[in-house]
């Protein structure tokens, strides 16, 4: 009966590990629907990376071949690697102060505080935030845009 008794307790055992294993596996990573920006990548106190998830640099700042035929071979910005509708969030408090198509930018997003400006270009065209809005660092600002898949900050 001792045997009986611990074989018993061991399949329960085994089974509530691997229960809790497949729960683990399976069904953690959509336990968190809203993005949580506490473990956001922030450059310094004053700053935080603008494509949470999205680090590669694809372009950078300066001097560089021209991309495509015709186009400036000085950079005015650099180019985030980020999927389409990648969320943008607030490099740092601001105010919206430019959304539109600014040319070769496409649909474009500008946050300026003190005399700084931050400019997201090729972004979704549904803003969802306006001129004029005040914005908090790591709020989410917009969308990385359709047309192209790359986010830019300039």
């Known amino acids: 009966m001792n045997n009986s008794f611990f074989k018993f307790f061991y399949r329960i055992f085994i089974g509530v590990t691997a229960l809790i294993l497949f729960l683990c596996l399976f069904f953690a990573p959509i336990i968190s629907i809203t993005p949580n920006f506490s473990d956001a990548f922030y450059l310094n106190d004053a700053y935080v990376w603008p494509t949470p998830g999205y680090t590669t640099i694809n372009s950078y700042f300066g001097k560089r071949p021209s991309p495509t035929a015709g186009a400036s071979s000085y950079h005015k910005g650099i180019d985030i690697g980020a999927a389409k509708d ?11 102060t430019f959304t ?55």
């Open 86 to 96: 990648s969320l943008l969030i607030a490099i740092c408090d601001g105010k919206i």
């Open 100 to 154: 539109g198509f600014l040319g070769g930018g496409g649909f474009t997003i500008t946050l300026s505080k003190d005399n700084m400006k931050i400019t997201y270009c090729h972004v979704s065209p549904n803003y969802i935030v306006e001129v004029g809005d005040i914005v908090k660092k790591g709020q989410i600002i917009g969308y990385v845009g359709p047309k192209n898949v790359y986010g830019v900050m300039r």
